[in-house]
């Protein structure tokens, strides 16, 4: 298994620009995450799915949009990037049963907004 | 309140020694208390974790520690080593997980 990947690693991009960070996992989990992570800030957690088509808010929406049209795939739009969204990115997945909780962590998605 | 506050934010122990990290939370209705460890350049990944009926788990050289009538939990690293060197986040479960500002720990050789 590949687990949870990221695509891209590294991006750069000027004010007001948009795009995607794609994210897929192939271990048929249900819930799929959204967090940055800022220094000193721990992961904020922007966006969340609990399965195909069905997304809800995180903490920090504002300025993104997300979709789910497959259990394996949960890519994160920027519209009209701005320098406050300058952050790493890390898609997680899990699947949620009691007692079992754990998320699994993609590789992250450095983006510099300038 | 969501909140999960982390200290200290940078941390530095011989090897050998014994690092803690601790964690004060807000919200009672958390009912679960993992700890995430990440090295650069890499995603967290689950250390351990705890349910607020338990005082205490250990996993090898990690323990948590865990007081709820304070509201507080902690992580102890017994017998530090350099490859411990990661930053380290708790978090508390109620509908999502709410992280802590993160624990960057170095261990010196």
Redesign the interface.
């Given at each position: 298994n590949a687990g949870?990947t990221q695509t891209p690693k590294f991006r750069i991009l000027k004010i007001g620009q948009s795009m995607t960070l794609q994210c897929a996992q192939d271990m048929n989990h249900n819930y799929m995450?959204w967090y940055r992570q800022d220094p000193?800030?721990?992961?904020?957690?922007i966006y969340?799915s609990v399965g195909a088509g069905i997304t809800d808010k995180?903490?920090v929406p504002n300025g993104y949009n997300v979709s789910r049209s497959t259990t394996e795939d949960f890519p994160l739009r920027l519209e009209l990037a701005a320098p406050s969204q300058t952050s790493v990115y890390?898609c997680?997945s899990s699947y949620l049963r009691v007692g079992n909780?754990?998320?699994?962590?993609?590789?992250?998605t450095r983006l510099t907004v300038t | 309140q969501?909140q999960?506050k982390?200290s200290p934010?940078s941390l530095i122990v011989q090897k050998g020694g014994i690092s803690i990290i601790n964690c004060a939370y807000e919200n009672t209705a958390f009912d679960?208390f993992?700890w995430y460890q990440q090295f650069p350049?890499?995603?967290?990944?689950?250390l351990i974790?705890i349910r607020p009926d338990v005082s205490e788990k250990k996993e090898g050289r990690f323990t948590i520690s865990f007081n709820k009538s304070a509201k507080q939990f902690s992580l102890h690293i017994m017998d530090s080593q350099p490859g411990d060197s990661a930053t380290y986040?708790c978090a508390g479960?109620g509908n999502?997980?709410t992280?802590?500002?993160?624990t960057r720990l170095m261990v010196k050789p």
């Open positions: 949870v995450y000193g800030m721990g992961l904020k957690l969340y995180g903490e890390f997680a909780y754990e998320q699994y962590f993609g590789p992250g | 969501q999960v982390q934010q679960y993992p350049g890499k995603g967290p990944a689950l974790a986040f479960r999502m997980l992280f802590g500002g993160g």
